[in-house]
T-cell receptor, first 112, second 114 residues
Framework: GDSVTQMEGPVTLSEEACLTI???????????LFWYVQYPGEGLQLLLK?????DKGSNKGFEATYRKETTSFHLEKGSVQVSDSAVYFC???????????FGTGTRLTIIP | DAGITQSPRHKVTETGTPVTLRCHQT?????MYWYRQDPGHGLRLIHY???????DKGEVSDGYSVSRSKTEDFLLTLESATSSQTSVYFC?????????????FGPGTRLTVL
């Protein structure tokens, strides 16, 4: 069935390091893809999204490109900050579907 | 911040007791969702609603029921709680489906079933 698989964590990086969190999907049709972020003690919030192939979503210095040829939507940031420490979830939804399906989450810790 | 509240925020209960969690919104959004969050599983959808009295099952609906008698309230009931239902429960709302609109999440309810 349809699913997303994301890089297992936890991931620990030093401040100003480059970040990539991998996400791949298997889905019929043409899914839309999302990254959500959960800061400590909070609910999830949308970080960015892309609704068709080759679209790039971006927000707060994070980027992800919807690549149909590799069925991927990897999250990247060039220089991470301590405030980026959180759990990151990849998710998808198919057209006409009223639901989001989430990956298992990747915990990111940035050390000063 | 989207106006979503969940109550209670923390609850400890015993196996076999009924439990009701409440999600309240002030945004007048059409869609409301209940998820559970567990280590190694991410978020999994329990039930969702696409209007008053209109609900549907998610991927982990066994042991749960929901009701939505008003636009602003979405209740999740565990008829007879089990230890496997120990989890953090999140409510979310959106005006449209997830492609057309963002889902906004509440702060969560931590439920422990002893």
């Amino acid at each position: 069935g349809d699913s997303v698989t994301q890089m297992e964590g936890p991931v620990t990086l030093s401040e100003e390091a480059c970040l990539t969190i991998n996400c791949t999907y298997t889905a019929t049709g043409y899914p839309s893809l999302f990254w959500y972020v959960q800061y400590p003690g909070e609910g999830l919030q949308l970080l960015l999204k892309a609704t068709k192939a080759d679209d790039k979503g971006s927000n707060k210095g994070f980027e992800a490109t919807y690549r149909k040829e590799t069925t991927s939507f990897h999250l990247e940031k060039g220089s991470v900050q301590v405030s980026d420490s959180a759990v990151y979830f990849c998710a998808y939804s198919n057209f006409g579907n009223e639901k989001l399906t989430f990956g298992t989450g990747t915990r990111l810790t940035i050390i000063p | 911040d989207a106006g979503i509240t969940q109550s209670p925020r923390h609850k400890v209960t015993e196996t076999g007791t009924p439990v009701t969690l409440r999600c309240h919104q002030t945004e007048n959004h059409r869609y409301m969702y209940w998820y559970r969050q567990d280590p190694g599983h991410g978020l999994r959808l329990i039930h969702y609603s696409y209007g008053v009295k209109d609900t549907d099952k998610g991927e982990v609906s066994d042991g749960y029921s929901v009701s939505r008698s008003k636009t602003e309230d979405f209740l999740l009931t565990l008829e007879s709680a089990t230890s496997s239902q120990t989890s953090v429960y999140f409510c979310a709302i959106s005006e449209a489906g997830p492609i057309a609109d963002t889902q906004y999440f509440g702060p969560g309810t931590r439920l422990t079933v002893l």
